[in-house]
């Protein structure tokens, strides 16, 4: 049986957790983390800039799409 993947963090102390199989890749830096450092903020990644302004973007985009103008009412 192959050993089980650590965790990538560069923080110190080293961590030494199992890495989280479904959630543990970061996707902006490809590195694998445990449950504690699998967020972009918590494993200090290189990329956490980018990943803020994309999500920015992201979110901005699906705002200005759900945008409703109010109708006008006609009196009667």
Known sequence: ?????RC???TEPRC????LRLVGQCPHC???FCGT??????H???????????AFEKNKAK???????ASK???A
Do not use: D, G
Not at 44 to 54: G, I, M, T, V
Not at 63 to 69: A, C, I, M, Y
């Open 1 to 5: 049986m192959p050993a089980k993947k």
């Open 8 to 10: 990538q963090s560069q």
């Open 16 to 19: 030494n957790q199992a890495v």
């Open 30 to 32: 490809r590195l694998e």
């Open 37 to 42: 450092h699998r967020m972009p903020e918590h």
């Open 44 to 54: 200090e990644c290189q990329n956490l800039e980018s990943c803020r302004q994309q």
């Open 63 to 69: 705002l200005e799409s759900e945008r409703t103008v």
């Open 73 to 75: 009412m006609a009196m």
